[in-house]
């Protein structure tokens, strides 16, 4: 009877217990939970494209896109903290223990050698945003228009350009060789390159105290010792960081493959709001507003951004061919989140601690709102006839394909003047080499944290 009962079981509890989790993977969810419309179809622009849509006495002269890669494997490091936890269940479990029974006998299939690299389903996530943005905006996609394309030098990133080129078709096509993206580390891992960010927050443990703190505080607490009974352990032989492995393969299960993993059924939604705000605190305080060197470190590419559409604006007024129509990027999350951040987007009254964990239940910043597998924000440079000088030239902002609300005017679009003229402190005082530099204090390096 036991072993029925186990097998029995795991239908329901797989079926219960993971209904409605993935709203709360956090930077591995699925670009689904953003935009529910796709799981039906794809190539939907959605109900927000009506919303998006310009008057038509304004063309767009320049696209440029930041885009976080497709969906990914697990890295080699959460690859071998599943294979040990998976170990100890498979050494441990009794057929007496419905869970650990049932994961015990789950095939472990992953292995360090796909070590974060694109999915399958990454590929179809960039071939399907490639053939939306065409169909968005057809005159700047018409053929022959030139696109330029560059990426982070992470084998994900140059896979998701590729594919992203290939969504296109023939009329855009570069060819299948990877080494036409070009590689740009200098704009798509910025953080990489910026000293003091890694000085600071990257190799600074201290750096992470709210994120230590939440792991060991009653919230995660309480996940810990459920995850423990359902697993037939004591609690003293599991930490936070083997039930967030448990939690992501849930993740990557349905990410990747689009199935429900009976790793799913440890945990309710509860518990997975828990677990969300684990990961928000390690976003907050490493890439979002946590220390400002996070989004400062940003300001390399933002300042970009604009010399692009300075650009375009100067070659338009001269009545020139726009060089750069379209300018895709492939970087990371953590390439956008601090750049939303540098913007002032998705920022809570009240600072992401590891003791307020109650009061930011309707919290601003959710990671897997923001920045989800293949994440993408978009800057919309458009030329309007019959307009006074001023009013001439506009911007628009979509994150993941979603108009976005300008903080100086409450609207979807902005002259560009007064775009740059809101963020003029940025544009003029935020140089990389100086906000970078390492402070030192009699030929020492300071401790700002």
């Not at 009013?391 to 560009?416: A, D, G, R």
Request: glycine fraction near 4%.
């Amino acid at each position: 009877m036991a072993p029925c009962r186990a097998a029995c079981l795991l239908p329901l509890l797989v079926a219960v217990a993971s209904a409605g989790l993935g709203g709360y993977f956090g930077t591995k969810s699925r670009y689904e939970e953003v935009n529910p419309h796709l799981a039906e179809d794809p190539l939907s622009l959605g109900p927000h494209a009506a919303a998006a849509r310009l008057p038509a006495a304004c063309a767009p002269l320049q696209l440029r896109r930041v885009v976080r890669h497709g969906t990914r494997y697990p890295t080699a490091g959460q690859i071998r903290r599943l294979a040990e936890l998976h170990g100890r269940l498979r050494r441990a479990a009794a057929p007496s223990c419905p869970a650990a029974a049932a994961l015990a006998a789950w095939p472990m299939w992953y292995e360090e050698s796909l070590d974060g690299r694109l999915a399958p389903r990454g590929r179809r996530d960039m071939e399907h945003l490639a053939r939306r943005l065409a169909a968005r905006f057809p005159a700047l996609f018409a053929a022959r228009r030139r696109l330029a394309l560059a990426s982070s030098s992470k084998h994900r990133c140059l896979q998701s350009g590729a594919a992203f080129r290939r969504g296109l078709g023939p009329s855009l096509s570069l060819g299948a060789d990877e080494t036409e993206i070009e590689v740009n580390d200098a704009l798509m891992r910025f953080f990489d390159h910026c000293d003091k960010f890694v000085a600071f927050v990257e190799d600074n443990d201290t750096a992470m105290y709210q994120v230590n703190a939440f792991k060991e505080g009653p919230e995660m607490r309480k996940v810990l010792e459920k995850v423990a009974s359902a697993l037939c352990l004591p609690a003293s032989e599991l930490n936070a960081d083997l039930v967030q492995v448990a939690f992501l393969t849930c993740s990557y299960e349905l990410a990747i493959k689009n199935v429900t993993s009976p790793w799913c059924s440890l945990f309710s939604e509860e518990d997975a709001k828990v677990l969300e705000y684990l990961n928000d605190l390690k976003q907050y305080w490493k890439r979002g507003y946590g220390y400002d060197i996070n989004s400062r470190s940003s300001c390399i590419l933002f300042q970009d951004i604009f010399q692009q559409l300075d650009k375009a604006v100067d070659e338009s007024r001269s009545s020139k061919p726009i060089s750069s129509p379209l300018i895709v990027q492939v970087g990371h999350a953590e390439t956008l989140q601090p750049l939303l951040a540098l913007m002032g987007y998705f920022k809570d009254a009240e600072p992401l601690q590891a003791n307020n964990y109650i009061r930011q239940a309707h919290r601003k910043f959710r990671s897997g709102r923001i920045v989800p597998y293949a994440a993408n924000l978009v800057f919309v440079l458009y030329h309007c006839e019959q307009k006074t000088s001023k009013e001439e030239y506009q911007v628009q902002m979509l994150l993941n394909e979603k108009p976005m609300l300008f903080h100086h005017s409450n609207e979807t679009i902005s002259t560009y003047a007064d775009l740059k003229s809101y963020y003029k402190d940025i544009l003029q005082n935020c140089h990389f080499e100086e906000v970078c530099e390492l402070p030192k204090v009699n030929g020492t390096v300071a401790d700002e944290l």
